[in-house]
């Protein structure tokens, strides 16, 4: 069986604010089709580290290897362009825009379009809006006002928008923030299920363990900047660090509860 190739490298990142270590020596691997999970408390650094990933913030040292290419310091965009698409905490759409127009506007901005953004959006690439959004299930609500939807439907679409540029690299900070249980969960499977049939490598924050545990292949753990903890979900629930971090409580998951409370 053929191993799948690693999408990102990093090596000894690291950022301080002031006296602050943010982050502090951190590394890891992902591999195409991998969903990776990146946990720890309030303050540990994933939201510092996702930013130097997108290149929204630059490290003080260490190196980021992204699908091929040395990206520390380089710009949101430029990344973006080599193949990467993000999910954000707080969905963003045009809320007077059809749920099909709000795809449409990021594969005009994917076909260099944005010249003319406005004049291109309503006859660029409807069938490929479509197949999007057919994809996360969205097909029936294409031509709906996106200030219309429930705020399940607008993670998925924010999904679909993530996917325009064709990414083999999808960053999700937390991606079910906000979200009821089932939808969680039906959005996480969604996920994955696209991820495991177009093997793309899946990094995502998140604070519901049950999301994480469920969905997770392997897990990463920060704590004050450090990674103190990496390995199969199984690992890093019996790890007495992780444990300690989390006050022996976050991480009580317990599969028959949650496939219970799923049903």
Known sequence: MSVAPILLSVEGLTKSYGGVHAVRGVSFELRAGEILALIG?????????????NGQNVPDSGRINLLGEDTAGKKPRAIWRLGVGRTFQITATFPTMTVRENIQVALV???????NLWRSTPGFAKAEAGRLLDLV???????????????????????????ANQPKLLLMDEPTAGMAPRERIELMRLTARIAKEQSIGVLFTEHDMDVVFEHADRIIVL???????????????????????????????????????AT
């Open 223 to 261: 704590n004050r900047g450090l990674l103190i903890a990496e390995g199969l979900p199984e690992q890093v629930r019996n790890d007495p660090q992780v444990r300690a971090v989390y006050l022996g409580g976050g991480l009580m998951y317990d599969a028959r509860h949650h496939e219970g409370a």
């Open 41 to 53: 408390p309030n303050g540990a650094g994933k939201s510092t580290c996702f930013d130097m990933l």
């Open 137 to 163: 299930g969205m097909g029936a609500y294409a031509e709906r006002p996106c200030g219309e939807l429930a705020y399940g439907d607008l993670k998925r679409l924010e999904l679909a928008v993530a996917l």
């Open 109 to 115: 901005s994917y076909g260099r379009q944005l010249f």
